[in-house]
């Protein structure tokens, strides 16, 4: 029988229990993705609060992408210092960290021009050439940080995900057309990493489906995921599109991935990690029992308990006291209106 609180590997990562922290962006980076102390402190507090790693929240791996507010960076060199500063404050706290490295959007810089959006379709064999070298530029300034390995982001509607979607992606290269192809830039980044910085952990987090008619199936998932695991991934997180559903509490559509997770982690010998909707530790046990998923990651009752896995741990097992109201998207920071300390909610 599989034990919350047990020891378990995550690849050759040996984690002390079996609760991971799912990425989440606190939106505070200034627009260049120098991180403000504040987010500092709210990564102090996580790995003090027991959890036995931590996915940063979306860090992108270019300069030019817009697309996501107040997104860290990981896209020059002049950034490794404070990644460095993190991944030592984590790591005083016997906590690995992995990076998530994330492409929202494809843009080019142009002298005497706005950056300008390209879509999955347009993207020349040179612009596909640069994200796989981006995220490879990346991957190398994580591991000079100290990280124990990446995140490669394929979900939530960033650039990777719609580049494996049916969707998005009307192709006719090698890039389009049957899953594998819409696979092939996600396997050929993953192979490089693999390739060049195999002392990195390297996860992936992808969407068990777009749910939306013409987007990615689970079937499709499901073959990108197997592909993937051929290319070098060492685990997967599944979560699926509009990952952070509202209304969850203990007992109420707790695990809304769950189905699709126990059915790769049937088809794949790498461990499998399941997010969305964990609550009630009761639940989240039984979850781990019914298959082979091997660990449970949680985003919002760690912004509303960053200390969470600590109380459980204690023998207070009573439910998180997070009830997905949603509201920590609203905030500067991402803070729970719940929780104790001042939170200021952001106007529009
Ligand atoms: C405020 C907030 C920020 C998030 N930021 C990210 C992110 O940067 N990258 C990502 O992959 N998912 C992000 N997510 C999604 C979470 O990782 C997670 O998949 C989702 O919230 C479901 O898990 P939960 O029920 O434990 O919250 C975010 C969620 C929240 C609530």
Known sequence: MKRIFEEAALGRLPLKNRLIRSATRAAIADPAGHMPEGLFQIYEELAKGGIACI??????VSDNDFCLDGVARLSNDGLIPEHQKLTELIHKQECPVLVQLVLGEYNRAEAGKLHYNINVDDLTPENIEDVKEMFLAAAERAERAGYDGVQILASNGCFLSRFISPYYNHRTDGYGGSVEKRAKLLVELISGICERYPGLHRNLKIDCEDFM????????SLEICKLCAQA????????????????ISAGEKEAYFKKFALRLAEAVEIPVVLVG??????????VL??????FLSMARPLIREPYLPNRWKSGDTSPSKCFSCNMCYLTTGHHCIYASGPVSVRRF
């Not at 009630?280 to 039984?286: A, D």
């Not at 029992?289 to 091997?294: L, Q, T």
């Open 289 to 294: 029992n019914e298959g082979e998923i091997a």
């Open 232 to 247: 070098g991934v060492e685990s997967i997180e599944v979560s699926g599109n509009g990952s952070s559903i509202a209304g």
């Open 277 to 286: 909707g964990h609550r009630s530790f009761e639940n989240m046990e039984k």
């Open 55 to 60: 996915v940063t929240g979306s860090t992108s």
């Open 213 to 220: 008619a013409g987007g990615l199936t689970q079937d499709d």
